[in-house]
C-alpha cells in the first residue's frame, strides 16, 4: 500500500512538473501581439504599477524632465486604446539636466542625478499636492532597494576611482561600501545583496570590468565572472535573485549566483557594433526579454525556445509590466511612428 501511495506521489510530481513546463513553454508562444500608440512624445525610466493600471515615466525636453502618470493603462485591450479612457497627469517637473532617474518602487518618490562641480548631485522628491526636491549627496545612478527604504548609488571617489555607496531617502545614514573601481550596483530582489561592475582588477580605472555580488550584512565581495580584457554591462536579477542576466562582448549571458552554470543566450555577431540588448526576466523567472536591432525577443533558457516581436524601428527604454503581458517602449523621433507605445499579448 506504501508503495503504491509513493508510486502515485512521483507521477503527481512528474505530471505538475510537465504542466509548470508547459506553461513555461506556452506563455508566449501562439500569441498575437497587439500595438497601441499611447503618446506621440517619446519617454524614459518607465515604471508599472503593481496592478499594472498605471504607467509613470519621465520626458525630456530642452534639458527639462516633465514626470508624467498615465493613469488606467489596463483599459487597452487587445492592442486598442478606449477613447477617451486614458488620463495623462503631470507629477513633477525638474529644471535641471537629469543623468539618471529612477521611481521608487511604491511610485511614491524619485531619486535623481543632476550635474553639479564637474561631477553629479544625487536628489530625491516626493510626489504630492506640493513636491519637493532634496539633495542627498554627490552621486550616480541611483538604485531603490526594494523596500524602497535605501537608495544605491555610485560616485567617484578622491583617488580617482569610483565607488559604491548606500543612503536613506532623506539623506541620513550614508554608508560608503568601496572604492576601487566599482560602479553600477543593483539590488538583489531580497535586498541583501548588490550586484555590480568593476574594473579593480585592472586598477579601478580601465575600460575591462567583471560582474561581483557584495553581501551587505556581513559585507562580503564574491567575483562572479573572471574575463579577461572584456566587459559586462546591464546586468538584471532573477526574480529569486538565483541567477544573473548581462551584456557581454558575446551578447547576452546567464549566470548562476554563485557562479556555476554559464550560458551564452544572444549571439552579438548577429547585432551591429555597440548595440545594446539591455536583457531582463519575466516575472516568473524563466523567459530572458531582450532588445533586438528593431523589436524584441524573449527566450526560455530551459527548453531554447524563442519568440519575437517584430518592428520597423528601434525600442527604447523597455520596460515589462508585472504580469508580463505588457510591453512599454519608446521609439525616438516626432513622425508617426514617435512616442510611447505598449504591446501586448493575447490569445488568438
Known amino acids: 500500500m506504501k508503495c503504491f501511495r509513493l508510486i502515485v506521489i512521483v507521477f503527481l510530481m512528474h505530471m505538475l512538473s510537465l504542466s509548470l513546463l508547459f506553461a513555461a513553454e506556452s506563455r508566449y508562444s501562439g500569441k498575437r501581439w497587439g500595438f497601441s500608440h499611447m503618446i506621440a512624445t517619446p519617454g524614459a525610466d518607465f515604471a508599472w504599477s503593481k496592478d499594472g493600471r498605471h504607467l509613470y515615466f519621465r520626458v525630456v525636453s530642452n534639458d527639462i524632465s516633465y514626470i508624467y502618470r498615465i493613469r488606467d493603462v489596463w483599459k487597452i485591450i487587445k492592442g486598442q486604446t478606449v477613447p477617451g479612457k486614458l488620463k495623462t497627469e503631470l507629477l513633477y517637473t525638474i529644471r535641471y539636466p537629469v543623468k539618471f532617474f529612477k521611481f521608487s518602487p511604491d511610485l511614491t518618490k524619485a531619486a535623481y542625478s ?113 574575463d579577461k580584457n572584456t566587459f559586462q554591462k546591464n546586468v538584471r536579477w532573477s526574480p529569486v535573485g538565483r541567477k544573473l542576466v548581462y551584456e557581454t562582448y558575446r551578447g547576452v549571458e546567464l549566470i548562476d549566483v554563485p557562479p556555476a552554470k554559464r550560458k551564452l543566450i544572444v549571439n552579438a555577431g548577429e547585432y551591429p557594433i555597440g548595440h545594446a540588448f539591455k536583457p531582463f526576466f519575466s516575472p516568473d523567472g524563466r523567459w530572458i526579454f531582450y532588445r533586438k536591432e528593431r523589436g524584441m525577443g524573449i527566450f526560455q533558457y530551459n527548453t531554447q525556445e524563442e519568440v519575437i516581436i517584430g518592428g520597423s524601428n528601434a525600442w527604447w527604454y523597455t520596460e515589462l509590466g508585472p504580469y508580463g503581458e505588457k510591453i512599454v517602449f519608446s521609439i525616438l523621433g516626432s513622425g508617426p511612428q514617435g512616442g510611447v507605445w505598449v504591446v501586448e499579448a493575447f490569445d488568438y
Open 114 to 226: 543632476v550635474p553639479e562641480g564637474g561631477g553629479y548631485a544625487l536628489f530625491t522628491v516626493t510626489f504630492g499636492s506640493s513636491p519637493q526636491a532634496r539633495r542627498l549627496t554627490f552621486g550616480m545612478a541611483p538604485e531603490w532597494s526594494p523596500k524602497g527604504d535605501k537608495i544605491a548609488f555610485y560616485f567617484m571617489g578622491s583617488n580617482g576611482k569610483y565607488g559604491i555607496a548606500t543612503i536613506n531617502p532623506d539623506g541620513s545614514g550614508l554608508k560608503i561600501l568601496s572604492a576601487l573601481g566599482d560602479w553600477s550596483p543593483v539590488w538583489s530582489p531580497d535586498g541583501k545583496s548588490l550586484a555590480f561592475i568593476s574594473s579593480r582588477e585592472y586598477s579601478g580605472s580601465s575600460e575591462y570590468s567583471n560582474i561581483y555580488v557584495m553581501r551587505l550584512n556581513p559585507l562580503s565581495i564574491m567575483q562572479i565572472t573572471r
